[in-house]
C-alpha cells in the first residue's frame, strides 16, 4: 500500500522568553495570512486554553496543541498530519522561550516540538533597551543546541527608525534573515489576570485591534518569505482513520464565561466516541437540558461569577437531581470547584456552590499547583479502571479541602501524592486531562454515558407502562 503525506507548509513562531510579545506576533501574522485568503491550521505547544480562544478568533478553526510531554513523537506528527491536511499552512505557536522545557531542560519545549514535527522557527525577538548586544542574544540561541531549526527572526516592540538598525546588526552576525518587525502598538495590548491573558470574548473592539495588527504585519512583515520557509518543511507521514458519524448518546458541555477550558483533541474524542456536545450554561439555564447522558464541567473563572453561579439554584437543582440519578459527570478544576459545597474569592467571601462533593475551596493569591502531571488511577472510576495511566496538567490559584484520592498524581521529578474525588457517578479534581494521550479513557466515559442512556430509556419506558 503506498503511504499517504500530509505535504501542507509549517511553520513554527518561538521567542526568546515569555512577555516578548510571542502571542501579539502570531496574531498579527494569523491575521495577515487570513486577509491574503490562506486557510490556517493553527497550533499551540504547552498545556494553554487561554491563547488558542485568540487563535480561533481569528482563524474560525478549533485549535490543537503540539505537546512532547502529552503524546510521543508518532502521535504527534499524526495529530498534526490529520488536522491539517486540508490547510494551507500549519503554524505553531511555542510556549515560553524555544528551549524552555521541563525543569532546567529543553525536554517538552518548543524546541522539541520543531526537532519531533522538523518544522523551521522564526524567533521572536524583542531588542528594546539593547544595541549590538541583540546579537549575542540571538546567537546565543543559535549556539545552545548545534541541532536546531531557528531560520530567522522577526522583532517586536521596535520604533519603526530602529528596525533597520537591528536588522543589519542581526543578519551580519548570524547570517539568518530577519523577516520584519512591529512596533509599539499601545491600542492592541491584550490585558491580563492570575491565569493569563483575559480571554478574546472579553477583550473589547478585538475585531479592531486585529485589523491593526494584520495590516500593521501586511506592511512591516515578509510574509511570502515567510511562506516560502514554511515549504521547506517535509512531508509527515499521514496514516488512515476511520471516522464515526454516528451519534450514540448526547453529552452536556458546559460552555460560558466561568467555563471555557476545553482541548479541541477531548472535544474530538469525544465526538469519535459517539457524542452529541450540547451545549450549557451553569450561568444562565434554569436547568440541565432534557434528554443528558452526561456532563462535562472544565475549567475557567467561576471565581469571577460567585454571585451568578450560587445564585442559580434551579440549575443546581436539576445538576443534583441528575446526580442522585447517576448521570456520568466529569468536572475539571473550575468545574470540580462548582460542585463543592462553597467557594470563596479572593477577599475570603464564601459563596455556596452547587454542593454535589464534599469540601469547599479558597481563592488564593498565587499558583497552588502547576505543571504536567502524570494521573494513575487508584480504584475504578467512570472515565478509567484501576491503574490506567493519563497525562494532565495544573494550573490553579484555588485550594480545597478535600482534593479526593481517587487517583496517584506523579510530577516529572517524581513528587507524588493523591488527588482527585470520585463519588458515585462523579469524577471531579483540580487536573486538566489531556484525552489523546490516553484513548482508552474517553472511549470508557463514552460507554458509562451510554449505559447511563439505557437504564434511563429503560425507566421512561416502564413509567409509560403504568399509563
Known amino acids: ?3 499517504a503525506y500530509c505535504t501542507t507548509p509549517r511553520l513554527m513562531l518561538s521567542a526568546t522568553g515569555s512577555d516578548s510579545g510571542k502571542t501579539t506576533m502570531m496574531l498579527a501574522l494569523l491575521a495577515a495570512f487570513q486577509q491574503r485568503q490562506i486557510c490556517v491550521q493553527s497550533y499551540k505547544s504547552g498545556p494553554d486554553y487561554i491563547d488558542p480562544m485568540f487563535h480561533e478568533k481569528v482563524t474560525g478553526r478549533a485549535v490543537y496543541h ?4 502529552f503524546l510521543q513523537q508518532d502521535a504527534l506528527q499524526q495529530l498534526v498530519a490529520q488536522t491539517a491536511q486540508h490547510a494551507n499552512l500549519a503554524f505553531i505557536e511555542g510556549a515560553m522561550g524555544f528551549y524552555d522545557g521541563i525543569g532546567q531542560t529543553s525536554e517538552a519545549s518548543a524546541y522539541t516540538v520543531s526537532q519531533w ?3 523551521p522557527v522564526v524567533l521572536v525577538v524583542n531588542p528594546q533597551k539593547m544595541g549590538r548586544s ?3 542574544v540571538c546567537k546565543g540561541f543559535l549556539q545552545l543546541e548545534q541541532n536546531h531549526f531557528i531560520k530567522g527572526f522577526l522583532l517586536n516592540r521596535v520604533k519603526n527608525s530602529m528596525a533597520s538598525y537591528y536588522k543589519e546588526i542581526i543578519e551580519r552576525e548570524t547570517g539568518l534573515p530577519v523577516y520584519g518587525f512591529l512596533p509599539e502598538l499601545p491600542s492592541v495590548q491584550l490585558p491580563n489576570r492570575h491565569l493569563g491573558l483575559l480571554t478574546a470574548s472579553e477583550i473589547e473592539q478585538l475585531d479592531e485591534k486585529i485589523k491593526l495588527l494584520s495590516d500593521t504585519a501586511q506592511k512591516n ?3 511570502d518569505a515567510l511562506l516560502e520557509l514554511a515549504a521547506s518543511a517535509p512531508p509527515l507521514p499521514l496514516k488512515k482513520r476511520i471516522l464515526s458519524d454516528s451519534v450514540s448518546f448526547r453529552l452536556g458541555i458546559a460552555e460560558d464565561a466561568a467555563f471555557c477550558f476545553y482541548y479541541a483533541e477531548n472535544l474530538d474524542l469525544l465526538r469519535q466516541c459517539g457524542a452529541e456536545l450540547v451545549s450549557v450554561s451553569p450561568l444562565t439555564d434554569h436547568s440541565l437540558p432534557k434528554d443528558l447522558d452526561g456532563f462535562y464541567l472544565g475549567g475557567g473563572y467561576p471565581e469571577l461569577y460567585l454571585s451568578q453561579l450560587s445564585s442559580n439554584r434551579s440549575f443546581i437543582q436539576s445538576l443534583k437531581t441528575a446526580a442522585n440519578q447517576n448521570m456520568p459527570i466529569f468536572a475539571e478544576c473550575g468545574g470540580f470547584l462548582y460542585l463543592l459545597q462553597a467557594l470563596s474569592d479572593i477577599n475570603g467571601a ?6 454535589l462533593l464534599p469540601g469547599t ?3 488564593q493569591k498565587q499558583l497552588c499547583r502547576f505543571g504536567y502531571l502524570t494521573l494513575t488511577a487508584q480504584q475504578d472510576t467512570i472515565l478509567a479502571e484501576k491503574g490506567t495511566q ?3 496538567h495544573s494550573f490553579h490559584y484555588a485550594d480545597s479541602t478535600r482534593n479526593g484520592t481517587a487517583f496517584l498524581v506523579e510530577r516529572p521529578n517524581g513528587r507524588q501524592w493523591e488527588e482527585i474525588q470520585q463519588q458515585g457517578s462523579i469524577l471531579a479534581g483540580f487536573p486538566h486531562w489531556y484525552f489523546p494521550s490516553n484513548p482508552h479513557v474517553p472511549k470508557q466515559f463514552a460507554a458509562q454515558c451510554i449505559a447511563y442512556q439505557k437504564s434511563r430509556m429503560q425507566k421512561a419506558g416502564e413509567q409509560s407502562c403504568r399509563f
Open 350 to 355: 464564601f459563596y455556596s456552590m452547587a454542593g
Open 66 to 69: 503540539t505537546d512532547p510531554f
Open 134 to 136: 541583540v546579537a549575542a
Open 390 to 392: 493519563i497525562k494532565a
Open 361 to 363: 475551596a479558597v481563592m
Open 117 to 119: 514535527l522538523q518544522t
Open 1 to 3: 500500500m503506498k503511504k
Open 221 to 223: 512583515i515578509a510574509l
